[in-house]
């Protein structure tokens, strides 16, 4: 076991209530599950949020195939997200569909499965969830995909909100970088997800800082529900959709403020496609 997976699995099976509180590592950060077994079912003890929980066996489940909102810092839906969850899930047995892959935090990325309902589909039925592909993943998104787009034709739930109005959904604001931002530009980044019904090319894209200083994304293809990490810095774009989308905006010096500030996506025609404020006090979950 190296350094760093004895030091993420110390973190996972510390403090319950410390878990708790901090969800919400970036997906991407799995761990290859190496000592503890993945279970194909189970009995949810606690639903967390829209797309947390906690099965009997104490092993705790990121959702896969959606994001909800957030509780902490508040988003809009994100008490409603928990609640459809825990009405469908809770004290049930349930299925798990998992990818055989864990989470910095050693939950298990996994589909959960309850009176033949899959609650990721049920979640993005209501509106209370959006598609949020993590690869590699080859499942069949037919379902998934109709459901969202139900949603959105009938303005459910986060449908009928200005952040979702766009084609691009801004998940996550990393304006402060982990230790001195100076040394480490590329820890300063956004998740950016697809939440359209089509695949987005990025090309012309631009992303502005509070002050109205702007980058030009670059250009990637984008499919329907996957994320691209924009990172401030300078690196190899990573366009293959068959592993994280990452690409890099090329400057030299720390792009977002560690106290306040606003990210604004613009499309090449120079709408505003979404925008996510930072606030230092109202840390990024
Ligand atoms: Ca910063
Ligand atoms: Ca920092």
């Not at 469908?88 to 299925?95: A, F, I, M, P, T």
Request: glycine share 10%; with cysteine; charged share 20%.
């Amino acid at each position: 076991m190296s350094w760093r997976i004895a030091f993420l699995v110390a973190i996972a099976s510390g403090a319950g209530s410390a878990l708790a509180e901090e969800p919400s590592i970036d997906p991407d950060v799995m761990l290859v599950s190496g000592d503890k077994p993945v279970p194909t079912e189970g009995s949810v003890s606690s639903v967390y949020d829209g797309d947390t929980l906690t099965l009997s066996s104490g092993d705790k489940v990121r959702l896969r195939w959606v994001n909800t909102p957030e509780l902490r810092p508040p988003e809009g839906y994100g008490p409603e997200a928990r609640d459809l969850a825990a009405s469908l899930v809770l004290q049930k047995r349930v299925s798990l569909l998992t990818s055989g892959g864990r989470d910095g935090y050693g939950r298990l990325l996994s589909g959960v499965v309850v009176d033949g309902k899959n609650l990721s589909v049920a979640l993005l039925e209501a509106g209370l969830a959006h598609l949020f592909i993590i690869p590699p993943d080859s499942t069949d998104l037919t379902a998934l995909v109709s459901a969202q787009e139900r949603a959105r034709a009938a303005r459910r739930g986060v449908w009928s909100t200005v952040r979702y109005a766009g084609g691009l959904h801004i998940t996550s604001f990393h304006a402060n970088a982990d230790g001195d931002d100076r040394e480490n530009v590329n820890g300063e980044y956004l998740r950016v997800c697809n939440i359209s019904p089509q695949p987005i090319d990025l090309a012309g894209y631009r992303i502005a800082d509070i002050s109205g200083r702007n980058w030009e994304i670059p250009a990637a293809l984008l499919p329907v529900g996957h994320t691209v990490k924009l990172h401030s810095g300078s690196g190899a774009q990573q366009v293959d959709s068959a592993a994280q989308i990452e690409l890099f905006l090329g400057s030299p010096d720390p792009i977002w403020n560690n106290g306040e500030d606003r990210a604004t996506i613009y499309d090449r025609y120079g709408r505003v496609v979404d925008a996510r404020e930072h606030h230092a006090d109202r840390p990024n979950p």
